[in-house]
């Protein structure tokens, strides 16, 4: 029986690392290649061990697809091609494509000043110091100009083997058509919201198919849409589980405390410090700012951190198709992401005096500017570091969420954190009202969860298998979840079928199976269901009439044509809703149903009643039947 198997290489109960294995009708193909940002060592990576032992890379895996740009779902490429060996094709949309390597690069400088201080310390072997040197080498510079087909993305060095660009999913709704991978395997992406270019999957062998939703958003923001897709009815939907238990309160209301809070912070002197990934909540965060600042006249510095400004900005307007319908109407006049208020940060500007509010990346205060600058205004009271979104576990955004206060930094420095901490969730994740919705909206077979984690997925689990009726998994790393699949074949129905179904007061409802007699005709690989005349005409055949022949012994002495009127006269007096004739040949009718007497050939006394119909009266000719073998009865 054919199945589907899915294993989770990272993300299985926990948020990090998202790397998802699929096998479906003997096609492979690995979802996502992210890194944990809570871990240093090689639990940073997805347990790439399970494929690796399956012989060559390469030769095992179909294809790799990328959800989006986020280092949780790509950030372990580098590792994936020149470590492990992946030289296959990768999938992912225009901009991820475009985005991937500069966020990479970003964190790459992080992770070599990071790690060149550790070997200064430690003296440390240096292998991975090589290896994170090594990367940008042969990374291109090239900047992309325009979006028509011609573009070519920046390509880092581990995309020499071609990575295909997902026709444009942007809109809403927005999907894309469908893209070949092979003969049998092909792949469709759906708008996901959550940062520019982020989509949904749909992977497609035959009849049987899965959706991943990678990370998505069912609620429209300022400058992204929200999730869509269609009834798609896969076998499996595999979905992100970040906020399981969470129901978000209203956007608007979430959008006034920020505002207020960022308010009051600098009225009063201090400094407020956001921690955001440079593109996604930081450009939603920064709209909202710099609309503020304008209408209240407020003279307080707002900062971004330098250079990522610059491209951020460049990338929006690149990818203009994919921001929302406010932001597209209004580009033309006035680019949003543009700022007036905001301006590129320099690190000097940390021990500035007076207020101002600081954009720093990375969003968990895990390394780079952002933990620089939370280290030196962490001791003052006035100042405030508010985290806008999700932080995994053992990063320093997710402990003073937390509660912790004292935090041991490196060379076992104690941070004392004085400032005020404040989590505002302006996280692009669906809750979980839009966990549900989405599920509602592709009704699955069998749901999946990933990237989320263990207690609350495991509530959200109950949910939908009360609420869908269909079953829920949520496997752990390493753990392989198999689902039989039954094949279904499609099959078209011709208008003239579904008209006389239609008269008969039989409407049609795609959620009720119902039983349609037809002709089913094979034609090119397709399969049609028509009307006995479509199809004789269609084929240039003849009609034959097949008929069923039952044998009834009867014990009577008399002569075939006496006991065929006895027949009759019994069919007469008990049928009287129907039809019965005697006819001149001395055989009887019901309906289309012929009776006929025939003398035994061994036994005299017995005859032989052969009783006849077409497949359409074998309801009646069965009656007919039984009612015979119980035999006629005396004459008066």
């Known amino acids: 029986m054919p199945e589907i198997r899915v294993t989770p290489l990272g993300a299985g109960q926990d948020v990090g690392r998202s790397c998802i294995l699929v096998s479906i009708a003997g096609k492979n193909v690995m979802l996502d290649c992210g890194m944990h940002m809570g871990f240093s060592d090689d639990r940073r990576f997805p347990d790439f061990s399970y494929i690796t032992r399956s012989g060559r890379l390469t030769d095992f895996l179909d294809c790799v697809i990328i959800s989006h740009f986020h280092l949780d779902h790509c950030g372990a490429l580098p590792y994936f091609s020149e470590m492990v060996g992946y030289d296959g094709p990768i999938y992912m949309t225009q901009p991820t494509q475009a985005i991937c390597p500069i966020l990479l690069e970003d964190y790459r400088k992080i992770a070599v000043d990071k790690k060149v201080v550790e070997i200064t310390k430690h003296t440390r072997d240096n292998t991975a110091l090589r290896y994170l040197e090594l990367l940008p080498l042969s990374w291109t510079t090239q900047e992309p100009q325009s979006t028509s087909n011609a573009f070519t993305p920046p390509l880092a060095h581990w995309l020499v083997f071609p990575c295909i660009v997902i026709p444009s999913a942007c809109g809403t709704p927005g999907t894309s058509p469908p893209m070949p991978v092979d003969d049998e395997l092909e792949i469709k992406a759906y708008y996901a919201g959550h940062?520019?270019?982020?989509?949904?999957?749909?992977?497609?062998?035959?009849?049987?198919?899965?959706?991943?939703?990678?990370?998505?958003?069912?609620?429209?923001?300022?400058?992204?849409?929200?999730?869509?897709?269609?009834?798609?009815?896969p076998n499996l939907l595999i979905t992100e589980s970040t906020y399981a238990t969470t129901i978000r309160d209203s956007k608007r209301c979430r959008e006034r405390d920020f505002l207020k809070k960022v308010h009051e912070t600098v009225e009063r002197g201090g400094k407020v410090l956001i921690p955001v990934f440079a593109l996604g909540r930081a450009q939603?965060?920064?709209?909202?700012l710099e609309t503020f600042w304008?209408?209240?006249?407020?003279?307080?510095?707002?900062?971004?951190?330098?250079?990522?400004?610059?491209?951020?900005?460049?990338?929006?307007?690149?990818?203009?198709?994919?921001?929302?319908?406010?932001?597209?109407?209004?580009?033309?006049q006035r680019?949003?992401?543009?700022?007036?208020?905001?301006?590129?940060?320099?690190?000097?500007?940390?021990?500035?005096?007076?207020?101002?509010?600081?954009?720093?990346?990375?969003?968990?205060?895990?390394?780079?500017?952002?933990?620089?600058?939370?280290?030196?205004?962490?001791?003052?009271?006035?100042?405030?570091?508010?985290?806008?979104?999700?932080?995994?576990?053992?990063?320093?955004?997710?402990?003073?969420?937390?509660?912790?206060?004292?935090l041991e930094m490196e060379g076992r420095q104690v941070l004392e954190v004085k400032m005020q901490v404040e989590y505002m969730s302006f996280s692009a994740h669906a809750d979980a009202k839009g966990i549900m919705q989405l599920v509602g909206q592709a009704e699955p077979e069998n749901v999946l969860l990933v990237h989320g984690e263990a207690k609350k997925m495991e509530f959200l689990k109950q949910k939908i298998e009360q609420e869908f009726r269909v079953s829920c998994y949520m496997p752990a790393n390493g753990e392989t979840v198999t689902l039989p699949t039954s094949p279904s074949i499609p099959v078209g129905i011709s208008l003239g079928l579904l008209?006389?179904?239609?008269?008969?007061?039989?409407?049609?409802?795609?959620?009720k199976a119902r039983l349609l007699h037809g002709t089913l005709i094979m034609k090119d690989s397709n399969f049609r269901l028509v009307s006995s005349e479509q199809a004789l005409k269609e084929l240039g055949l003849a009609e034959h009439q097949l008929r069923f022949t039952c044998r009834v012994h009867l014990h009577d002495t008399r002569k075939e044509q006496e006991t065929a009127v006895r027949v009759y006269s019994h069919l007469k007096s008990v049928l009287k809703d129907h039809c019965v004739q005697h006819l001149p040949d001395g055989s009887v009718t019901v309906e289309s149903i012929l009776i006929q007497a025939a003398a035994h050939s061994e036994d005299p006394g017995t005859?032989?009643?052969?009783?006849?119909?077409?497949?359409?009266?074998?309801?009646?000719?069965?009656?007919?039947?039984?009612?015979?073998?119980?035999?006629l009865p005396q004459a008066s």
């Open 294 to 332: 304008e209408r209240m006249d407020l003279k307080a510095p707002i900062y971004f951190s330098t250079g990522l400004t610059e491209k951020a900005n460049h990338y929006y307007k690149l990818f203009i198709p994919w921001t929302n319908q406010k932001i597209r109407k209004t580009f033309v």
């Open 195 to 233: 940062v520019l270019g982020a989509a949904m999957f749909q992977i497609k062998v035959g009849a049987e198919s899965v959706v991943y939703t990678g990370d998505y958003n069912m609620t429209p923001d300022r400058h992204l849409g929200a999730a869509w897709i269609d009834k798609c009815r």
């Open 499 to 511: 008209k006389r179904e239609m008269a008969q007061g039989l409407l049609p409802d795609a959620k």
């Open 335 to 406: 680019n949003m992401f543009e700022f007036k208020h905001i301006k590129a940060f320099d690190r000097a500007f940390a021990d500035s005096p007076g207020p101002m509010v600081v954009f720093a990346t990375p969003g968990m205060l895990h390394a780079g500017q952002s933990l620089q600058i939370f280290r030196k205004w962490a001791g003052n009271e006035k100042n405030m570091v508010i985290m806008p979104g999700y932080c995994v576990q053992g990063t320093v955004g997710h402990k003073i969420l937390s509660g912790q206060r004292k």
């Open 284 to 288: 939603e965060l920064c709209i909202l």
């Open 607 to 631: 005859k032989v009643l052969l009783v006849s119909w077409t497949y359409q009266d074998e309801e009646l000719g069965s009656y007919l039947t039984s009612l015979l073998k119980k035999g």
